[in-house]
């Protein structure tokens, strides 16, 4: 390994005094860290940048300094070119960021001496039509790691939902919205609305509902092949499309129809134990003994 890039929390300055030390490590160790003109990180502590077309194409591995929400930022830099990443858990909850602190070091030097096993993780890959046609076309498909939320406006009307399979409608619901996640985004904001954990080297889609105004609200956990769309009836109600808890710049209108599907696209995820996720669900959300 002789070139790295390395991403840190812009708002969190103990993540960034972290990836500092994390470059000065490196340094050390004669390895070419590259980072983004857009990160706080070179600008804080005034080292070199690149732009993001650089970044993409000199990095053999990716770092991520931060929580989870840091991970997913870092990540989209990794979904089209395969390079594996590693996030250091610089945030509160952690699962996709899964080194210590106190395991930092350790962790580098294995990295340097490719001495990791590779997690491969299921992307999903959605589309938006409006009267038959794609919305924003040059961006699409858009890709998640994580998942695809729709969900109303605050103080908005709830809106209308309807969950399409194969071409067979199968549930309508009225509700503030809803969210389409990956094994992966099973923990995070799909869990916080009542939707199942899903072990993340499974292969499916969750789809779960946002405060579903019906006594059926259950999550539903199906294969990735199937084909899936997502009707939204909003009427003149403000509804917003997220990409792994990032909103993208238009407004889903009335009638809009999302496509999801399983990405032809894997993350790469660096570990150093099979059992990790366990692990982190046994600490993070059950307790010690």
Known sequence: ??????????????????????????????????????DELPKKHNLPWVSEEE??????????????????????????????????????LGFLSEINISDMYDSLDKIINNNFEIEKRML???????????????????????????TKSLLEKIIEIKII??????????????IISTPTGSTAYSLSAGGPVVEPRN??????PICAHTLFSRSLVISPDNQIEIQINSGRTKVNLNIDGKKTDFEVLDGDIFKVGKSEYKLNLITFNKNIFFKIFKEKLIGKD
């Open 55 to 92: 970044f993409k194409k000199n990095i053999e591995a990716l770092i991520s300094v931060g929580g989870d929400g840091t991970f997913l930022r870092a990540a989209r830099h990794t979904f089209k070119n395969s390079i594996p990443i590693m996030g250091v858990n610089a945030g509160k």
């Open 124 to 150: 999903i890959s959605g589309m938006l039509y409006r009267d038959k046609k794609l919305v924003d076309k040059n961006n699409c498909p858009y890709l998640a790691l994580n998942d695809f939320v729709i």
């Open 1 to 38: 390994m002789k070139s790295i890039g390395l991403i840190s929390n812009n708002e969190n300055s103990r993540a960034i005094n972290i990836a500092k030390d994390i470059y000065d490590y490196l340094h050390l160790k004669k390895i070419k860290i590259f980072l983004l003109e857009s």
């Open 203 to 208: 292969e499916s889609i969750v789809i779960t």
């Open 165 to 178: 399979i194969n071409g067979v409608s199968i549930l309508s619901y009225g509700a503030d919205g809803i």
